[in-house]
């Protein structure tokens, strides 16, 4: 059974470019979280998808933006790149909206922004 | 920024040794979490936390729920060169708010 995967591993972009990463969830769930870990940090929730809708967002710009598609799977958009967007985005699925306590984690896509 | 304050922010101990390290929050929380991360991986639930004053063990790992639902601590018992790794607090509340982390480095 396949834990939760993303894609690309690794990924270097330029001030202003716009990057899509992916997400594929853990068999069986339905409910897909981003979640942005700058160096040293601790993860901070970004927004949650949940039947095909954003259902909540934490405190980043419009510049972030998702999508969740019909077999659960879910990108992550980043328009207009700043350098302070470098960090490792983390993708955490679980099963039905109220059990993100028991959420597991990808191993995250680690973008860095020059 | 964090919400959670978490400590402390890093640890060196001797194999063997327990370690302690807590997290406290402006903010009441239903459930806290406790997270361990290693390098290039996500992180991995360690212990849920569901009611204020609870207990909860999972082999040589303890975690307590705060009477105020506004801290929690987890310890480590007889600590392993495999405990090595940064490890998270977590409240859920509306969302879900981390820690800083706790970098524990276990000396063989």
């Known amino acids: 059974d396949a834990g939760v995967t993303q894609s690309p591993t690794h990924l270097i972009k330029t001030r202003g470019q716009q990057v899509t990463l992916r997400c594929s969830p853990k068999s069986g769930h339905d409910t897909v979280s981003w979640y942005q870990q700058a160096l040293g940090q601790g993860p901070q929730f970004i927004f949650q998808?949940?039947?095909?809708?954003?259902?909540q967002r934490g405190n980043f710009p419009d510049r972030f933006s998702g999508h969740q598609f019909p077999n659960y799977s879910s990108e992550l958009n980043v328009n207009a790149l700043l350098l302070g967007d470098s960090a490792l985005y983390l993708c955490a699925s679980s099963y039905e909206l109220v059990r993100t306590d028991t959420q597991y984690f990808g191993p995250g896509t680690r973008l860095t922004v020059l | 920024g964090q919400q959670l304050n978490q400590s402390p922010q890093s640890m060196f101990i001797q194999e063997g040794e327990d370690v302690s390290m807590n997290c406290t929050s402006s903010s009441i929380f239903n459930t806290w979490l406790w997270y361990k991360q290693e390098p290039g991986e996500g992180p991995v639930l360690l212990i849920a936390l569901y009611k204020a004053g609870e207990l909860t063990s999972n082999g040589r790992l303890t975690a307590q729920f705060g009477i105020t639902r506004k801290d929690s601590f987890l310890n480590i018992s007889a600590s392993i060169p495999s405990d090595v790794g940064i490890y998270f607090c977590?409240?859920?509340?509306?969302?879900?708010?981390f820690g800083a982390g706790t970098r524990l480095t276990v000396k063989p």
């Open positions: 977590a409240g859920q509340g509306n969302d879900m708010r």
């Open positions: 998808y949940y039947e095909e809708e954003e259902r």
